[in-house]
């Protein structure tokens, strides 16, 4: 089991950057691929991002229009999210997330769940 904690979140204003934060605990967390994502009110948790838990590899999803970011500090059991010129779409509860794969991380299965992080934009 890995025990995730989001944090950073809140409202912030169009254009800004924002990082949001994700400390992970348990025996094993470092053997996990960490990755993001984002759910909207009465629709899906959609995926955003993950790194390997080498930190050598991410894969993102075309919707993070490349201003998403995944850096990863494994040494202090914390991964990132960092998203520059955020706009008001991008409103959503955050969930960072761990899981496995074998090889392609863009295949990992996730498996532990943070609660999630709130994040409004303003225009």
């Known amino acids: 089991q890995v025990r995730l904690i989001e944090s950073g979140g809140g409202l912030v204003q169009a254009g800004d950057s924002l990082r949001l934060s994700c400390a992970a605990s348990?025996?094993?967390?470092?053997?996990?691929?960490m990755g993001w994502f984002r759910q909207t009110p009465g629709k899906e948790r959609k995926f955003l991002a993950v790194i390997n838990w080498g930190g050598d590899d991410t894969y993102y999803e075309d919707s993070a229009e490349g201003r998403f970011t995944i850096p990863a500090d494994k040494a202090n059991n914390m991964v990132y999210l960092s998203v520059d010129n955020v706009k008001p779409e991008d409103t959503a509860v955050y969930y960072c997330?761990?899981?496995?794969?074998?090889?392609?991380?863009?295949?990992?299965?996730?498996?532990?769940w943070g609660q999630g992080t709130q994040v409004t934009v303003s225009a």
């Open positions: 997330a761990a899981g496995s794969s074998s090889l392609r991380i863009r295949s990992t299965r996730f498996s532990d």
């Open positions: 348990g025996r094993t967390w470092w053997r996990y691929n």
